[in-house]
């Protein structure tokens, strides 16, 4: 891991323009927001997320979560089927500022096209450099 102006860049994972990360299990995709998101957002107080069983498209919102600052749509880095949700974010949202890449993840997707919808995410080396970009 690597900090970019004070926001944690952990390695391993894939980022999308819309401050969203997801890491690679096996056959399946763990999402959440990053470090970044959280800090820009400060105390979030309520998520919003969708059931086991929903499709989710790339780029396209399927939740949100309310911060005492702003109410953000959460945008899906790939496209799939919800097959868990983090519960407890729902009932302890403050875990997204805590934790936000272990304990504050937000869905477990099976997803529909992983390979060709990874090239429209970042890796680390670029999430790193697009971290720099945001902090200017």
Known sequence: MVKVDGYEVPE?????????WI???????????????????RE?????????????KQNEPYGTVESVKA????VAAV?????EVNVEVQSRPELLNEDPFVKGWLVLVKPANLQAELANLMDFDKA???????AK
């Open 12 to 20: 391993g994972l894939y980022y999308s323009n819309d401050f969203e």
């Open 23 to 41: 890491k690679i299990e096996g056959d399946k995709v763990r999402m959440g927001i990053t470090d970044y998101a959280q800090k820009q957002l």
């Open 44 to 56: 979030i107080v309520y998520a919003e997320l969708p059931e086991a069983g929903t499709e989710v």
């Open 71 to 74: 109410v953000s749509d959460l």
């Open 79 to 83: 496209s799939g089927t919800v097959e």
């Open 128 to 134: 790193v450099e697009w971290h720099k970009n945001q």
